[in-house]
């Protein structure tokens, strides 16, 4: 798995491509925590390269988004979420929690 | 003609690649669909994960015996731990409908590897260890 991070003026963006997993779970969360110790609770996830995501990444975004909602009125979006995860996601329930974005341009836009 | 291949992994998170790796190639064996070879892979690792998290307790405890059956009906997947027995009854589903705040981290995996698979069964004996066979049957 592979994560970056782009701080922008209205929120932040984080690229996150191949296996999101129990091994690497714990990656993408520290990534996500360094923009929440940070003050930045408006982050967009770009999922456009995710091959795969088990429900232990599922919790990362969950706990991560209860964090942006309670203290900085922000929130957690996903962009570009291929079809396979998202079908995951939705089994999940987790599509009533997220808004979701064809693109990251998009989720940013929705920051403005 | 049913097909049958046997790995044996150690029960850690870094290894849930490789074990993806393999019952996906199964998967295209017993000539699942895409969807189908991505429930598999999907219930398979959140069943390891609980084996690595609970059976076990922590990474590094024992091994995680995996079998792929490709068959004319679709691919059965066993998994055999020696860690402790569980009771699958007694995890509670988790509550999908439930607004943010009250979403219980538990519970998921399971719930997934019932939902994903057509047939899932456990069995816990001293001597053969914990036995979860799963199936998933080809589109009709």
């Known amino acids: ?112 | 003609m049913e097909t049958s291949q046997t790995r044996v992994f150690p029960a850690r998170f870094d290894v849930l690649a490789a074990v993806s790796e393999f019952v996906v190639q199964a998967a295209a064996s017993a000539g699942l669909d895409e969807s189908a070879a991505y429930a598999v892979q999907m219930a398979v690792d959140e069943a390891f994960t609980n084996i690595v998290e609970h059976a076990y307790g922590g990474e590094d405890r024992g091994d995680v015996e995996c079998t792929c059956r490709a068959g004319p009906e679709g691919l059965t997947v066993i998994l055999r731990d020696f860690g402790q027995a569980f009771c699958p009854e007694c995890v509670p589903e988790p509550n999908l409908s439930a607004c943010i705040e009250e979403r219980q981290p538990g519970g998921l995996g399971l719930y997934f590897i019932r939902q994903l698979m057509d047939e899932v069964h456990f069995e816990f004996t001293s001597d053969s260890g914990n036995v979860l066979t799963m199936v998933k049957l080809k589109s009709p």
């Open chain 1, 1 to 112: 798995m592979e994560v970056s991070t782009k701080r922008m003026k209205n929120c932040s963006v984080i690229e996150v491509s191949g296996r999101i997993d129990s091994a690497t779970a714990p990656q993408l969360a520290g990534a996500l925590k360094a923009l929440t110790d940070d003050g930045i609770f408006k982050i967009v996830l770009d999922m456009n390269g995710v091959e795969f995501t088990s429900s232990a990444g599922m919790r990362v975004m969950i706990d991560v988004q209860k964090k942006c909602n309670q203290f900085g009125r922000g929130d957690l979006v996903l962009a570009a979420v291929p079809q396979r995860v998202m079908e995951a996601l939705e089994l999940g329930g987790f599509d009533m929690i997220f808004r979701f974005f064809d693109t990251p341009v998009e989720a940013v836009g929705s920051f403005v």
